[in-house]
C-alpha cells in the first residue's frame, strides 16, 4: 500500500433477514493516524462494543457514509443485487473521493475507482472492520425503530433473522410491510403453505 494514499472499506449488514433494508457502509481512516483500538468483524463484537466503537470510527475517519437498499429493491433486484447496490450508494455518499475500494465478500459493485473484493476482508482488513460495525449497528438501530411500530415481531431482539421465535411471530402475526417477499419462509406463508 503506498503511503497516504486513501483506502476505503465497505461491508453490508443484514443479507439474511427476513425484514428490513440492507445496510452498507464505507469508511476511509486517515493514512497515518492510529485507528480506534479493538476493531474487529463485527459479528466477533458484541453489542455495547459495536455501538462504542461506531462512535470511535465516526469521529476519527476521514470519511464514512452509510446507505441502503429498500425492501422493495431486495425484492426486485435480489438480495445480492441490492447489497452490492447499497455498497456503491455508501461510496459514492462519501466527502471524499478514495484511491481504492476494498469491500467485503466475492463481489464490487460498479464503481468510478478501483476496487477488490476480498473473501473474508471483515476479519483480514481493518479498513472493512470499521466499515461492518457502522453497517451493523446502523441497521439494528434501523431494525430496532420498526419495532416500535410493529412490536408483535420481535425486530428489537432478532433483527429480522429467521429465528424460531420470529417464524413463530410471522406465522402468528402474518406478513407485513417491511417483510422481503422473495425470501422463502415470507413468500411460502403468502402463498398459503406453513
Not at 476505503?8 to 440492507?22: F, I, K, M, T
Not at 438480495?79 to 476494498?102: C, G, N
Request: glycine share 8%.
Amino acid at each position: 500500500m503506498v503511503a497516504g494514499r486513501l483506502i476505503c472499506g465497505v461491508d453490508e449488514a443484514g443479507r439474511g433477514p427476513l425484514a428490513g433494508p440492507v445496510y452498507a457502509a464505507a469508511v476511509i481512516l486517515a493514512p497515518g493516524k492510529r485507528a480506534p483500538a479493538g476493531i474487529a468483524d463485527s459479528k466477533t463484537l458484541s453489542a455495547g462494543r459495536r455501538e462504542r466503537l461506531a462512535a470511535a470510527i465516526k469521529g476519527r475517519a476521514l470519511a464514512w457514509s452509510v446507505a441502503w437498499a429498500s425492501v422493495e429493491e431486495i425484492d426486485r433486484l435480489n438480495i445480492l443485487q441490492a447489497s452490492l447496490l447499497a455498497m456503491k450508494r455508501a461510496v459514492e455518499s462519501l466527502s471524499i473521493a478514495p484511491d481504492e475500494v476494498l469491500l467485503d465478500g466475492m463481489h464490487c459493485p460498479a464503481l468510478a475507482v478501483p476496487a477488490r473484493a476480498i473473501v473474508d476482508g471483515d476479519a483480514k482488513v481493518r479498513v472493512i472492520a470499521a466499515a461492518s460495525i457502522l453497517a451493523k449497528t446502523e441497521r439494528d438501530s434501523e431494525m430496532c425503530r420498526l419495532h416500535e411500530r410493529f412490536p408483535q415481531y420481535g425486530f428489537d431482539e432478532h433483527k429480522g433473522y429467521p429465528t424460531p421465535e420470529h417464524l413463530e411471530a410471522l406465522r402468528r402475526h402474518g406478513v407485513c410491510e417491511i417483510y422481503r417477499r422473495s425470501f422463502a419462509p415470507v413468500r411460502e406463508l403468502l402463498e398459503g403453505g406453513d
